[in-house]
């Protein structure tokens, strides 16, 4: 049973209340017996299967049942989503894109990426225990959440609890590596697994890159050294697939130039059904464009219109805009 001291906590944090299963039903208007069999039998709720990773090798894809997936909402709406994660995570939130972790990054001349490697399998069950502990649950109601959330003892990919949960487990590395290269003039922000750190001078960021690594270890993360990446004054800078310019952040003239040409071969035939590929992903560009760079997308927009003008009867005519 939770004591006066956990439940004054949970309630000064606005989280529901309970400590024991049958409070914990009522609470999510939920059977026991439903309660029970998916915390106790987790990893029997989960389809698992594997994607291929751009880097090479496989992803591991762990996809809860419909009835698991409805137990993981409600925890995240009433529990995890009322609760702060770090000013440097930038990722896994409503109404954040790649370009808010891009922007504090704007004009610094030099930019160093770092690559955590099996984000979600490195964060495991007794971290998941440890957040719903620390926030006043009792033992036996943190361990039935933790459960809930995770399988095969590690956060699964696939869960909607586990982006929360793993921005709420990486506020101690957040903190310490904030703590540590701001007091050097050096800007911090994180997106998921992605690092990036920035300054006037390389070699500011190659001076806290051995203890970075170092933080990065204790925490129980290990780096992926194949996408370290450290861009002086004269290369491109980018930050999470977007391209940081002196006064700006966007997809960069290679990547407009692409997205163009994809647009100008919808000009050349009127088979629907084989481009049908083509279209949703320049849909789902210019979807993309809008939010994060505008000048752009205005511009291939005005690009679509003129050549349906002087195309006529392509596949360009499904491309709406």
């Given at each position: 049973?939770?004591?006066?001291s956990?439940?004054?906590?949970l309630?000064?944090?606005?989280l529901?209340?309970f400590?024991d299963?049958?409070?914990?039903?009522?609470?999510?208007?939920?059977?026991?017996?439903?309660l029970?069999?998916?915390?106790?039998?987790?990893?029997?709720?989960?389809?698992?299967?594997?994607?291929?990773?751009?880097?090479?090798?496989?992803?591991?894809?762990?996809?809860?049942?419909?009835?698991?997936?409805?137990?993981?909402?409600?925890?995240?709406?009433?529990?995890?989503?009322?609760?702060?994660?770090?000013?440097a995570?930038?990722?896994?939130a409503?109404?954040?894109?790649?370009?808010?972790?891009?922007?504090p990054?704007?004009?610094?001349?030099?930019?160093?990426?770092?690559?955590?490697?099996?984000?979600?399998?490195s964060?495991?069950?007794?971290?998941?225990?440890?957040?719903?502990?620390?926030?006043?649950?009792?033992?036996?109601?943190?361990?039935?959440?933790?459960?809930?959330?995770?399988c095969?003892?590690?956060?699964?990919?696939?869960?909607?609890?586990?982006?929360k949960?793993?921005n709420?487990?990486?506020?101690?590395?957040d903190?310490?590596?904030q703590g540590?290269?701001?007091a050097r003039?050096?800007?911090?922000?994180?997106?998921?697994?992605?690092?990036?750190?920035?300054?006037a001078?390389?070699?500011?960021?190659?001076?806290?890159?051995?203890?970075?690594r170092?933080?990065?270890t204790?925490?129980?993360?290990?780096?992926?050294?194949?996408?370290?990446?450290?861009?002086?004054?004269?290369?491109?800078?980018?930050?999470t697939?977007?391209?940081v310019?002196e006064?700006?952040?966007?997809?960069g003239?290679?990547?407009?130039?692409?997205?163009?040409?994809?647009?100008f071969?919808?000009?050349?035939?009127?088979?629907i059904?084989?481009?049908q590929k083509?279209?949703?992903?320049?849909?789902?560009?210019?979807?993309y464009?809008?939010?994060?760079?505008?000048?752009r997308?205005e511009?291939?927009?005005?690009?679509?219109?003129?050549?349906?003008?002087?195309?006529?009867?392509?596949?360009?005519?499904?491309?709406?805009?």
């Amino acid at each position: 049973m939770a004591s006066p001291s956990q439940t004054s906590k949970l309630r000064m944090l606005g989280l529901p209340i309970f400590d024991d299963l049958e409070s914990f039903a009522q609470v999510t208007r939920l059977s026991k017996k439903f309660l029970y069999l998916h915390s106790s039998f987790s990893d029997q709720h989960y389809k698992k299967y594997f994607i291929p990773k751009k880097s090479g090798g496989q992803r591991e894809i762990s996809q809860p049942s419909k009835a698991h997936k409805a137990i993981q909402g409600w925890i995240l709406r009433n529990i995890l989503d009322l609760l702060q994660v770090s000013q440097a995570s930038k990722g896994f939130a409503k109404k954040q894109t790649t370009a808010d972790n891009a922007i504090p990054h704007i004009g610094a001349n030099a930019i160093l990426s770092l690559d955590l490697e099996d984000f979600f399998p490195s964060i495991t069950a007794n971290k998941v225990y440890s957040i719903f502990h620390s926030l006043g649950y009792s033992k036996p109601i943190s361990i039935m959440l933790t459960s809930i959330c995770t399988c095969g003892g590690k956060l699964p990919q696939g869960s909607p609890c586990s982006p929360k949960l793993a921005n709420l487990v990486c506020i101690r590395l957040d903190n310490r590596v904030q703590g540590y290269v701001g007091a050097r003039g050096v800007t911090y922000t994180r997106y998921a697994d992605d690092l990036t750190f920035s300054a006037a001078h390389p070699g500011k960021l190659m001076h806290i890159f051995n203890f970075i690594r170092r933080i990065i270890t204790e925490e129980g993360f290990s780096l992926n050294e194949s996408k370290t990446r450290l861009a002086g004054t004269r290369l491109r800078k980018k930050v999470t697939g977007l391209v940081v310019t002196e006064g700006a952040v966007g997809v960069g003239r290679i990547k407009y130039r692409e997205l163009r040409s994809k647009v100008f071969n919808l000009t050349k035939t009127q088979d629907i059904f084989y481009d049908q590929k083509e279209i949703n992903e320049i849909y789902g560009w210019l979807g993309y464009l809008k939010s994060i760079d505008s000048k752009r997308y205005e511009k291939l927009v005005s690009q679509i219109e003129t050549l349906k003008k002087n195309h006529k009867e392509t596949s360009l005519d499904y491309l709406l805009v």
